[in-house]
Each structure stands twice: as structure tokens, then as C-alpha cells.
């Protein structure tokens, strides 16, 4: 299996809302390290890394239809970047 690191800048009513413990919670069912940290400008970066399939399946959820599931806060838009993994451990909130 092939592992990825994602870099995603998450824009929408995403800070102060729980986005960043709920991204938390989801990539640590689905086996992933990194963290969600609050950016000045209002966006949320979200980093994870782990199995490609298991970092496609957080960013599936960060992109889905809210009214399909119970995310906190309004996700408008999210940029993914990938690169080569880093070697990141647990998955924090920042």
C-alpha cells in the first residue's frame, strides 16, 4: 500500500464551530497522523498522512454534502496538496 501526506486549506465557517476535534476524530478512525490547525485568515489546514486510500476517504469527508452527515460548521471549499509523508505521529488539534 502507498502512503501520501495531504495538505488541504479548508475554507467556509470552519473555525470555532468543533471542525478541527471532528477532523481529529475522523482521521484517527481511519488510521491517519497529522493534525487540524486554525489559520489567521479563517481557514482551517488540515494535514494527514497515511495509506493514499485512508487519506482519499478524509478528504471525501471534508468535502461532503453536509446535509448527508453532521459536520460541524459550513465547509465552502478545500484545496488539497499532496506530498511525500514526513513521518508524522498522532493527529492534533492546533
Do not use: C, H
Not at 52 to 73: F, H, I, W, Y
Request: aromatic letters at 8%; hydrophobic letters at 40%.
Amino acid at each position: 500500500m502507498s502512503k501520501t501526506r495531504m495538505t488541504a486549506f479548508v475554507t467556509g465557517r470552519v473555525q470555532g464551530v468543533g471542525f478541527r476535534w471532528w477532523t481529529r476524530s475522523r482521521a484517527l478512525e481511519l488510521g491517519l497522523a497529522g493534525y487540524a490547525k486554525n489559520l489567521t485568515d479563517g481557514r482551517v489546514e488540515v494535514v494527514a498522512e497515511g495509506e493514499a486510500a485512508n487519506v482519499d476517504k478524509l478528504l471525501a469527508l471534508l468535502q461532503e454534502d453536509p446535509s448527508t452527515m453532521k459536520r460541524p460548521g459550513t465547509v465552502a471549499i478545500v484545496v488539497p496538496q499532496y506530498s511525500e509523508p514526513k513521518g508524522a505521529q498522532g493527529f492534533a488539534e492546533r
